[in-house]
């Protein structure tokens, strides 16, 4: 079965910053891109960023482009999210997902999800 394990989550200041990281098994990852969701207290789940299989091509939503940076590293099966310049705002459990269908945009119907890891940003 496959397994996404989120951690790196915490409690941190406004203005520092939180290493994630995601460790994928129970499968075969190649060409799937992962991607990094959060949902905060009383809202949906929104999208952060997602990597492609090679991890050129990236994208990000506006909400943390130039202060997040998601990488992967195959031969691990692992994908990160570092996360600088962090803001209350950014208080979320944050998710990764993967998966290998691309859909209409910069968007991946993700057929695997992790359990989480909590990120709170105090001011």
């Known amino acids: 079965q496959v397994q996404l394990v989120e951690s790196g989550g915490g409690l941190v200041q406004a203005g520092g910053s939180l290493r994630l990281s995601c460790a994928a098994s129970?499968?075969?990852?190649?060409?799937?891109?992962m991607g990094w969701f959060r949902q905060a207290p009383g809202k949906e789940r929104e999208f952060v960023a997602v990597?492609?299989?090679?991890?050129?091509?990236?994208y990000g939503a506006d909400s943390v482009k130039g202060r997040f940076t998601i990488s992967r590293d195959n031969a691990k099966n692992t994908v990160d999210l570092q996360m600088n310049s962090l803001k209350p705002e950014d208080t979320a459990v944050y998710y990764c997902?993967?998966?290998?269908?691309?859909?209409?945009?910069?968007?991946?119907?993700?057929?695997?999800w992790g359990q989480g890891t909590q990120v709170t940003v105090s001011s």
């Open positions: 990597i492609s299989w090679s991890g050129d091509s990236t």
């Open positions: 997902a993967a998966g290998r269908t691309r859909l209409p945009g910069p968007h991946i119907r993700y057929d695997y």
């Open positions: 129970g499968g075969t990852f190649s060409n799937v891109f």
